[in-house]
C-alpha cells in the first residue's frame, strides 16, 4: 500500500519522520591466544614463498614483454605487407596501362600484310609441325635437338628457300 503525499507551495516538509537510533556497536568477542597466534601463522610469509611469487612475477612479465614485441612484428610486417600490395597494385595498372598502348598503336593486320606480301612469309603446313609432350609451360626451351625422323632436313631446306639462303 502507497501513500501519496502532495506538497503545496516551494518548501518541502518532513513527512512521518523517524526518530534516530543510535548505533551500538555489537560488543567484541574475545579471541584465544590460539586463535590469534593460528591466524598470526596463516598471514604471515616466510622466505620461500615471497621467493616463489618473485619469480612468477618475473616470469609474468618476461612472457608479457615478448608477447609485445611480437605484436609490434606482426604489426609492422602487416604494415610492410600492405605497402607491398599496393605496390603490386600499381605496377599491374601500369603493366596493363602499357600493354593497351601498344596494343592500340601497333596494328597487327598491317604487321601480317608486310610479313606476307613483302617478306614472302607463309603459314607453317601440317608436314613442318612438329609436336611434342612436355610441360605445362608457356614456353619451351630446347637443350637438345629434335629427334630424327621428323622431317628436320625438310624443315631446315624449306625455312632456307624462304629466307633466301
Known sequence: MSYQTYVYGNTVRKINTMPE???EAAPKKRVSKQ???????AFAM?????MFLTAIMSLLLFG???YLQIQASVTSSMKHINAM????????????AEYNRV???????????IAIEELGMVYA?????VLFTGKDTDFVRQYE????????IEIQSKAASLFGR
Open 145 to 152: 635437338d629434335v629427334p630424327a625422323g621428323t622431317g628436320e
Open 35 to 41: 586463535t590469534r597466534k593460528a591466524r598470526e601463522k
Open 85 to 96: 600490395e599496393s605496390q603490386i597494385s600499381d605496377l599491374r595498372a601500369d603493366n596493363d
Open 125 to 129: 603446313s601440317e608436314s613442318q609441325v
Open 46 to 50: 616466510n622466505i620461500g614463498y615471497a
Open 21 to 23: 537510533i543510535p548505533y
Open 103 to 113: 596494343m592500340m598503336t601497333e596494328n597487327l593486320e598491317e604487321i601480317r600484310r
Open 64 to 66: 608479457c614483454i615478448k
